[in-house]
């Protein structure tokens, strides 16, 4: 599979200020790691390494793919990153929210990558994704795209709340108190969450389960968003919802007749008359 991410930067400014040019560049590399640790669950500054297929000269144009995957990544995941990377663009053109997939981290790098863009597309950016020479994802990204994620990113309201989802992402240092992801079950959020000490061994518990529901402060953007949670309780919830609407025949649990339908349990219930 050949993987590839195209990038050009539009009008006079392309080519013209290499500090600028390669800000942009790192920031794009930046927000690819993001993603993909958000994909993978972890939480680690050596993600994928990239190289250079094709540069072009007297502007900025150039080809990325992939040198070396992560050892805890895969191709697929490789593709999800630069499909959620591209389509998050897009997304940052049109509104004032964070992409879904994304965290309020990528958000940040988003706006960096877009910032120096122009307010037109013929002074802004293109990019695509590739593979085996097929196009998945393209778009245009200009300044708009750092004005709504710098509004997106903007904490209006703090209320206190939950969420449900799975936790990934790890860290822990003595500076700080431990931080994770929540990639919610209903939205898309990626919410950063931070846990006070008295909530560690709960957080143990919690960890890598696929369903758990978070209740703290929550702060959230001008679209009601989560840009981030203190978490005050960690309540661990079945893999699955524990029962469905099929699930509900007759007002009965599923495991609580045996199989057998309603008639047929009252009847056992009466002895068989």
């Not at 240092?173 to 931070?194: D, H, K, M, Y």
């Amino acid at each position: 599979m050949a993987l590839e991410l195209h990038l050009k930067l539009r009008g006079p400014h392309a080519g013209m200020d290499a500090r600028d040019s390669l800000r942009t560049l790192q920031n794009m590399l930046s927000l690819l790691n993001e993603l993909e640790n958000t994909e993978t669950a972890r939480s680690s500054r050596d993600g994928t390494r990239w190289a250079f297929s094709e540069l072009g000269l007297g502007s900025v144009a150039c080809t990325l793919e992939p040198l070396r995957i992560a050892e805890y990544s895969d191709y697929t995941v490789v593709e999800r990153v630069l499909r959620t990377a591209v389509t998050g663009l897009s997304e940052a053109e049109s509104a004032p929210r964070i992409p879904t997939g994304w965290s309020s981290r990528a958000a940040n790098l988003g706006r960096r990558v877009a910032r120096s863009l122009g307010a037109s597309p013929d002074v802004g950016m293109s990019i695509m994704v590739r593979s085996d020479g097929e196009v998945l994802r393209q778009t245009e990204v200009t300044q708009r795209a750092a004005l709504n994620l710098d509004a997106a990113t903007n904490a209006r309201f703090r209320t206190f709340g939950s969420r449900r989802g799975r936790l990934s992402g790890l860290t822990e240092s003595r500076q700080q108190s431990p931080r994770a992801l929540l990639r919610t079950e209903v939205g898309g959020e990626v919410i950063p969450v931070f846990f006070a000490e008295e909530l560690d061994s709960e957080l143990r518990a919690a960890w890598r389960r696929n369903r758990v529901e978070v209740t703290g402060e929550i702060t959230e953007n001008a679209l009601g968003q989560a840009v981030m949670m203190q978490a005050r309780a960690i309540e661990l919830l079945p893999t699955e919802p524990t029962l469905s609407d099929d699930d509900l025949r007759a007002g009965f649990w599923p495991d609580m007749t045996g199989g057998r339908d309603a008639v047929e349990h009252v009847e056992a219930l009466r002895g068989g008359n």
